[in-house]
Every structure is written in structure tokens, then in C-alpha cells.
């Protein structure tokens, strides 16, 4: 589709590596050109529509590198699907997401991977593309793993917690890092002691202890921590790069600092939930907090600082939302009396730009580090740069006209995720977006959606752009 010219002007415009007052020129789906506001260029551009950025930022659409649209889990399924997910997406200014799609234990990789283009295809609001979650390594999906990779699915997330469902074991991880190691795929850690957690969920029930609180207490920041060690020296002798996900304990942050320390391939990715939220949110009282329960859990809110630190240093260089909703009623009510039937996952994807706006504000990051963090990385990491996660000739036209005025509170009463409940609930942020756009056309704009399913297309991804 086609939506002529397009000009952004007299907003500020913010990207990882600029700030600058600028126009930009959108013919069709492309950024074609920037130039200063007021200069002859700019003013002689001519286009069939205007957008007025005056007070406001001109920023990348956000690139949400960690989403879980429909995911099974735990005997239901996340609540959003790729429609209702990519459209609350887009009205919290994110414009990319990477979802996860699902190999099965007994199922090939192509058979999880077709499912989820099946999901997906027709149904999104922005564009998308896949990780590969592998939960049967064996000889047949290796040699998979070297098609996905040239057909743009270039990471492959691996669970080192989750014993019988998504588990692998070290040797099945150092295979599939050899592999990745030789086909130039990131693997993606989820890195607890699922097998050391196991046994203190056990003992843990068998003393009763069954609220949710008791969901942070097992799975212990040592298991993270140590599980985050040993993944990075697999990765080290397979010879392969790492990106470690959702990242919540400041031990494993120190791992990962030693690691980078040493000139190591070795990422970090945090979550907002971790940056805003802590363990005091998990023993909220009457199963309220059951709403706070996800992997790798929500920590004291003494490791809060050890993430902000992370991310200033970029030990930790991507914040994604791992969004995974479920509802208070109905989904998270499985785990009533028994804090491991309560399904994981937070919903956060509309959220994610404004928080680390926020966080901005708050003195955190800087503004270019914001969008860097949010934009520049994510897509640069899983090889969608230049394409997404900038503001540049040749660039997709995603872009988002946010107003770092607007001040509101964050309430399911008022979000666009399929949740009957916020995990941010009466939070107050300044900053939101205005209009976004994605590909050149405007599918949010002051509250209203003005997108479609189906405009969204799933875009295939080139390798890491990190690696030394
Ligand atoms: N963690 C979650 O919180 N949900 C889904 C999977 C995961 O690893
Ligand atoms: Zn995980
Ligand atoms: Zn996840």
C-alpha cells in the first residue's frame, strides 16, 4: 500500500546517536531524507500530508525484541493474540516486535515456526519477526537451526530451567552453541537452575508454603546467577556469542560484567518489570500477588540499582517487556494454593517506552540512551538495523510523534492489552506517544488506532550485528 509523501515537522529528533531539530521526509514506506527545521530544504519539500511534531520527540519505533503472543503455558494460553498484542504494542509507540515461536518436544523447528506464521500472518498491526524457542535439540533440529537462519529466524532461545517442558541439559546447550557458533545464530539464554529450582518448589509446598511470594524465594538469585556463569563458559568453549534474557539478579549482572570484561560475545537484556517492580509487589496480599509472577522473578528492590548501573555501563544493552499476559481471573487463579501452577508472565508490551521514558526523567538514562536501549539495539542485535531501530534515509518509516508533556497513569482500565489487570496500576509517567506510524502509515493516533490487522508483515532478520 502505498501512502504518498509524508513530512514530520518541528519536533526533536531523538535517535541513539542524535538529537537534532529536524524535519523528515517519508515517501511511501521509507524515511527519504532529514533536513534542519526552517532550512530552504525542508521547506521546499512538498508532501500530502503534514505531521506537526512541535513540543514533541520524534523517535524510532520502539523494537520489542522479547514478546509471547499466545503462548502456551502452564495448561493456558497468554491472553493477548498477535492482534490484540500488536495493537496495544503500537499504542505504547512500539513498532517491531520479535515473538518467540515454539518448537515442541517429538516436533521439528519448521513445525513450531509454520505454526506461528500462522498465528501471526494477517493478524498483526506492526511488523514482526521470530526467535526460535528449541526445546529438542537433537541431530535433525541442528541442521534445522542452519535453514531458519537463512530464512531470517537467526536466534535460538534455550531454557536452562523448566525441567520436562522447554529444558535442555548442558550438552544438548553446548550443541545447539556449536551450531550457532558455525551458522552465525545468537543463542538466547533463559538462564536459572531449573532442575535445583525444582527441588526447592517441592520442599517449599511440602511446608506449605504456597503463596506466590514463595515463587521468588525458590528460584534463588545463586540459581541465576550460577546458571548465567555456566552458560557463558559453554558458550565460551562452543565458540559462540550469548544474549542472555530477562536478566533480574545484580549476581548475574556481575557475571555478565566479568564476561564483557574479558572482550566476550556474551549480551544482556533486562526487563521493565525488574527496573520498577520488586518482591514486595509478589507478597502483596489475598493472591494479589500472582499478578507479579514471571521468570527469572521479580527481585528486592536492592538489585534495582545494580540494573540501572548495567544499563548505564551496557552490561545490560537491551530492555525488552518478555510480555506475557494472563488474566488475575481465570489464568493466574490456577496457581490458588500452589504457587507453581500460577502461569509466568507479565504483560508489558504497551508499557516499555513510556516507563524508560520515565526512567529518563528520573535521572537513569539520558535520552539518547533511552532510545538506544528501546530502539537501536534491539534491532541491531537481532539484525534489523537499519531497517528498524532508527531515523534515517532508507529506513522504515516507523516512527512515533511522542509527547514527553503528557502526563497520565497506567491502569487496565484504560491500556489496550487483553489483561484484566496492569502489573503498573495507578503508576504515573510522563511522556507518551501521539502518533505513530508504521511503514509510512499512521496507525495510532491521540488514542485512537487507525491501523489494521494485517498491516503488519513478518520481517526477516540478518545475524547479530555485534559480534567481534
Ligand atoms: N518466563 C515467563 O515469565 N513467562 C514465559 C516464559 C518465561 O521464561
Ligand atoms: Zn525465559
Ligand atoms: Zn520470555
Known amino acids: ?16 546517536a542524535d538529537e537534532l531539530h529536524a524535519d523528515v521526509l517519508i515517501d511511501g514506506e521509507r524515511v527519504v531524507a532529514l533536513a534542519a527545521t526552517g532550512s530552504p530544504e525542508a521547506q521546499a519539500w512538498r508532501a500530502d500530508r503534514t505531521i506537526d511534531a512541535t513540543d514533541c520527540y520524534v523517535i524510532p519505533g520502539g523494537v520489542d525484541a522479547h514478546t509471547h503472543m499466545e503462548l502456551p503455558f502452564g495448561g493456558t494460553f497468554a491472553s493477548d493474540t498477535f492482534e490484540t498484542g500488536t495493537r496495544a504494542a503500537a499504542f505504547g509507540g512500539t513498532t517491531t516486535i520479535v ?150 539478579a545484580e549476581q548475574a549482572v556481575a557475571e555478565l560484567a566479568q564476561a564483557r570484561d574479558l572482550g566476550l560475545n556474551v549480551f544482556g537484556e533486562t526487563c521493565p518489570q525488574y527496573l520498577f517492580l520488586s518482591t514486595d509487589n509478589l507478597a502483596e496480599p489475598d493472591f494479589e500477588g500472582a499478578k507479579y509472577v514471571c521468570s527469572t522473578p521479580l527481585r528486592p528492590r536492592e538489585h534495582q540499582a545494580a540494573l540501572w548501573r548495567g544499563l548505564r555501563t551496557n552490561d545490560l544493552s537491551v530492555v525488552s517487556t518478555d510480555h506475557c499476559p494472563f488474566c488475575f481471573v481465570g489464568q493466574k487463579d490456577l496457581g490458588r494454593g500452589d504457587f507453581s501452577k500460577i502461569p509466568n508472565g507479565l504483560p508489558g508490551v504497551e508499557n516499555r517506552m513510556d516507563l524508560l521514558h520515565q526512567a529518563h526523567l528520573d535521572g537513569h538514562i539520558s535520552r539518547r540512551r533511552w532510545i538506544e536501549l528501546a530502539c537501536a539495539t534491539p534491532a541491531r542485535m537481532f539484525g534489523l538495523y537499519p531497517r528498524k531501530g532508527t531515523i534515517a534515509p532508507g529506513a522504515d518509516a516507523d516512527i512515533v510523534v511522542f509527547d514527553p508533556h503528557d502526563r497520565y497513569t497506567m491502569s487496565a482500565a484504560t491500556h489496550h492489552m487483553n489483561v484484566d489487570y496492569s502489573a503498573y496500576e495507578g503508576r504515573q509517567v510522563t511522556g507518551r506517544a501521539r502518533t505513530v506510524l508504521s511503514r509510512g502509515a499512521v496507525v495510532v493516533d491521540g488514542g485512537e488506532y487507525l491501523g489494521h490487522a494485517g498491516h503488519g508483515t513478518f520481517v526477516p532478520r540478518a545475524t547479530c550485528a555485534y559480534l567481534n
Open 1 to 16: 500500500m502505498t501512502h504518498g509523501r509524508t513530512v514530520i515537522r518541528n519536533g526533536l529528533v531523538i535517535t541513539a
Open 99 to 248: 515473538d518467540f515461536a515454539v518448537q515442541s518436544v517429538g516436533h521439528s523447528l519448521r513445525e513450531g515456526l509454520d505454526a506461528w506464521h500462522a498465528k501471526a500472518q494477517g493478524n498483526c498491526a506492526i511488523d514482526y519477526g521470530f526467535h526460535m524457542i528449541m526445546s529438542d535439540v537433537t541431530e535433525q533440529s541442528l541442521k534445522e537451526m542452519d535453514l531458519l537462519v537463512e530464512e531470517g529466524v537467526t536466534s535460538f532461545k534455550l531454557f536452562m530451567a523448566y525441567p520436562g517442558v522447554f529444558y535442555s541439559d548442558d550438552g544438548r546447550i553446548l550443541r545447539a552453541m556449536q551450531r550457532s557458533a558455525g551458522n552465525g545464530g545468537l543463542i538466547m539464554m533463559h538462564a536459572e537452575n531449573g532442575i535445583a529450582i525444582d527441588v526447592l518448589v517441592e520442599q517449599a509446598l511440602a511446608a506449605r508454603h504456597t503463596d506466590p511470594r514463595y515463587h521468588g524465594e525458590v528460584r534463588r538469585e545463586l540459581l541465576e546467577a550460577e546458571a548465567t556463569h555456566r552458560a557463558i563458559q559453554l558458550a565460551r568453549v562452543a565458540g559462540s556469542p550469548l544474549y542472555v534474557v530477562h536478566v533480574s
